[in-house]
């Protein structure tokens, strides 16, 4: 229904949102909606849906948004009556009374404030972007109805990233296009919420010591105990144990690949040899794997009983039975976690009972044979949960015989339709959509707060630590960006040699920056920093933005007797400072790239791949 996507940092065709994501917007396209790309490359979406190509230097979203509403705003273009009756603190006229006095949205936006306005002149030399494309499309956004801002998550990972998030949830606001068919109200819209959980909560399902922002683990065990809280994002507490940094002497990996996938790699390697233990819980052999000390085989999808959920939205249900048993020693990860409970208990008296208690419906047998007990929760939640709340007439053997739920719906899903229509509330303190936070604003020691830095209550933009605008450009003068690959899903699949001969993990150039070094395609190239250097083959195209490096990211690290990782992984080079607001700052790393003689190791298995690439031409 949109007559205007603007893909922001997003990229359909290797990161989509939904299983139907393409085929929604092949029937938007068919219907004339005209698609524009921000994007320091020119992927392949924007290939295939014919879209107007703004090359945006990276991390400058939050300028141009901001520019975007200059022109909104100068020229009369915003739906007032839209934010006079649901939004917060938007202008003058929708500031919270107790905030009636402070810095408005627009206010800061027409420089009024400030002495400086952020119009397009003033976002051009920020961003890259000629003043005069800024321009038109903030025209095109605020004249187009419905209109589609998908301000995706790539550009958030980054430093400051929050104000780019919030700077087109105000965009996305001032035109009102927030709960409207065909319009967007976030980065990618959620209007259907599942019921997602199956297994049981006990009393201990919550609990939490020191929360501190996952990135910044290693920089604690590293200085720990010369660490402030607001290093590490330290969250607040109502107890005594507010503000005790904590000196962590184990870490428990269960199902995520993090120290592969974690920033500032070079610093996860320094701490993890500080460490009394390390668990991996996985069902391969990740790089995380490589440094446990002990590591726990678990059981695939295809070896348990399960229900599954689309990516990242979807309104149906996948029944997925167990097709053979484990393998080996494997288990699954609720059988681990059940018997872990039952030897606890078996080594504190204080924790009497606990096995039961986590697992009510299962005796310690469940750690050889958990097939009953899983059949008794997944048919008591699809009982008791998705038949009565949400109106589902199949019987569970119904399901497990037909193997998929499809909810059919009488319109469109549409996220915050029913606040804009039906005038519910909102799930802010005010019930509106609140550009200007009450929350943030009151906040007058933010060393106290898991963001440990100031947020300003508002949208603003915020020079980010590392950019091409930033003068270390003199040594690294590449800003490198880490996407999703198309191949495999974050680092799932990399060790899968097929696809790895399908899609090479390299760096990609641009030309005018690639004749410059001397480099052509297929040259091996050192991608490098103070942080740390990877070895990869060198891509060059006009696709790219001159002075942008790209090279994805998800490759298991493979380190050579020096140090330097031969597999490409972009997260030796990526910084481990984040965002005040928690989000990892992956797309904040400049690098340096020269031409090398050190070999690309792109796995660990090479003679995994595809029998076409061993045996060819009678060899």
């Avoid at 299983?19 to 994007?39: E, H, I, P, S, W």
């Avoid at 938007?90 to 002495?115: H, Q």
């Avoid at 996860?268 to 446990?292: H, Q």
């Avoid at 001969?501 to 005018?512: G, H, I, K």
Wanted: charged content about 25%.
């Amino acid at each position: 229904h949109s007559k205007l996507i603007i893909m922001w940092g997003w990229n359909p065709a290797y990161t989509f949102h939904g299983g139907n994501t393409f085929y929604y917007m092949r029937m938007a396209k068919q219907r004339g909606c005209k698609f524009v790309l921000v994007d320091p490359q020119f992927t392949d979406s924007a290939a295939v849906y014919d879209a107007w190509w703004l090359p945006i230097r990276p991390n400058t979203d939050a300028a141009m948004l901001a520019a975007m509403a200059h022109v909104i705003f100068a020229e009369n273009l915003q739906d007032q009556a839209f934010i006079d009756r649901f939004a917060l603190g938007v202008d003058r006229g929708t500031m919270p009374k107790e905030w009636a006095n402070a810095e408005s949205f627009k206010d800061y936006i027409l420089g009024t404030s400030d002495g400086q306005p952020k119009s397009p002149e003033w976002a051009e030399p920020i961003c890259g972007i000629k003043a005069a494309d800024i321009r038109k499309l903030a025209r095109m956004y605020a004249d187009t109805k419905p209109a589609a801002l998908k301000a995706s998550w790539a550009p958030g990972r980054a430093s400051y990233g929050e104000q780019y998030s919030r700077m087109a949830a105000a965009l996305q606001t001032i035109t009102g296009n927030v709960g409207k068919l065909g319009g967007s109200s976030e980065g990618v819209g959620k209007a259907w919420h599942a019921e997602s959980v199956a297994y049981p909560h006990d009393e201990n399902a919550n609990i939490w010591y020191a929360s501190i922002k996952s990135d910044r683990w290693a920089h604690c065990v590293l200085n720990y105990p010369s660490v402030r809280r607001e290093e590490i994002g330290l969250w607040p507490r109502k107890d005594a144990l507010d503000g005790k940094i904590p000196n962590i002497k184990a870490i428990f990996w269960q199902g995520s690949d993090w120290f592969n996938q974690l920033t500032n790699i070079n610093k996860e390697i320094r701490a993890v040899r500080k460490l009394d233990l390390v668990v991996c819980m996985d069902a391969t052999i990740t790089p995380s794997g490589l440094w446990a000390d002990v590591l726990l085989p678990i059981a695939t999808h295809f070896e348990r009983h399960d229900v599954a959920l689309p990516w990242y939205k979807g309104h149906y249900y996948i029944h997925r039975p167990k097709v053979i048993e484990p393998l080996g020693e494997s288990k699954t990860d609720f059988q681990v976690f059940t018997e872990l409970a039952y030897r606890l208990e078996a080594l504190d008296s204080k924790l009497e009972g606990f096995g039961h208690r986590y697992n009510p419906r299962a005796t310690r047998s469940y750690f050889r044979d958990p097939d009953a007990v899983d059949e008794a929760y997944l048919s008591h939640w699809w009982n008791n949960k998705v038949r009565p709340h949400q109106g589902v007439t199949m019987s569970w053997d119904e399901f497990k015989t037909h193997g998929v739920y499809k909810f059919t719906f009488k319109e469109p899903l549409v996220a915050f339709r029913k606040q804009i229509e039906k005038g519910e509330r909102f799930a802010t303190a005010s019930g509106k959509i609140e550009i200007f936070s009450p929350q943030l604003a009151g906040i007058t020691d933010w060393t106290k707060t898991q963001y440990g830095y100031p947020i300003p209550a508002i949208p603003k933009w915020i020079e980010p630590l590392e950019s091409l605008n930033h003068p270390k450009v003199k040594r690294f003068p590449f800003h490198l960006i880490s996407p999703h690959p198309r191949e495999r899903t974050h680092s799932i699949y990399h060790n899968i040699g097929w696809l790895r001969e399908t899609v090479s993990q390299e760096v990609t150039l641009n030309a005018s920056d690639a004749k410059r070094l001397g480099i052509v395609t297929g040259d091996t190239v050192e991608v490098y920093n103070d942080r740390g250097s990877c070895i990869v083959p060198a891509y060059v195209t006009e696709r790219c933005l001159p002075g942008v490096a790209v090279l994805h990211e998800g490759a298991w690290m493979d380190l050579d007797d020096k140090g330097i990782d031969r597999a490409g992984n972009p997260d030796f080079l990526t910084p481990d400072e984040p965002s005040p607001a928690g989000a990892f700052a992956y797309n904040t790393a400049l690098v340096g790239i020269r031409k090398t003689s050190l070999a690309h190791r792109p796995g660990w298995d090479e003679l995994a791949i595809a029998r076409s690439g061993v045996f060819r031409r009678g060899d």
